[in-house]
């Protein structure tokens, strides 16, 4: 599985052994730089996904995955570019009843059936780890 994700929210997914790849976006050069979004929209297509499934599109993501260049898009409605979308879930995230992440996983669960992940999860490196161990020794 390949995982398409800001810069912001990338580091959390590294060291997922169920994430093959991390595409790295840079959100703010989607709506800046027309040759940074040519160039990311040209590997997506050469990528040939099956499934894209948005957990969080905003405008500039979303214009990415135009019909027919993706067969099969998902994306929660409410914002005008969802109908760039083939499938909609709807809730509204505007309430604030659930964390971010149960929003998602009841997104993946709509499009998936089998199990899925119910407990968010960091994967740190053991690097990662002994530092954090020193600094709480501290």
């Known amino acids: ?11 959390i997914l590294e060291n997922n052994r169920l994430i093959d790849k991390i595409v790295r976006v840079q959100n703010d050069q989607l709506l800046s730089n027309k040759l940074y979004k040519k160039d990311l929209l040209h590997r997506l297509k050469l990528a040939k996904y099956d499934v894209v499934i948005a957990l969080y599109p905003e405008r500039q993501i979303s214009g990415c995955f135009i019909k027919p260049a993706f067969p099969t898009e998902s994306v929660p409605p409410g914002r005008f570019h969802s109908v760039l979308f083939n499938y909609r879930l709807f809730h ?25 992940a119910t407990t968010p999860a960091v994967y740190p490196t053991d690097k990662e780890l002994r530092n954090a161990r020193r600094i709480l020794r501290k």
Do not use: I, W
């Open 92 to 116: 509204s995230r505007k309430s604030n009843r659930k964390h971010e992440s149960q929003y998602n996983l009841d997104f993946l669960r709509f499009f998936r059936s089998g199990p899925t």
């Open 1 to 11: 599985m390949e995982v398409l994700a800001s810069l912001y929210a990338s580091p």
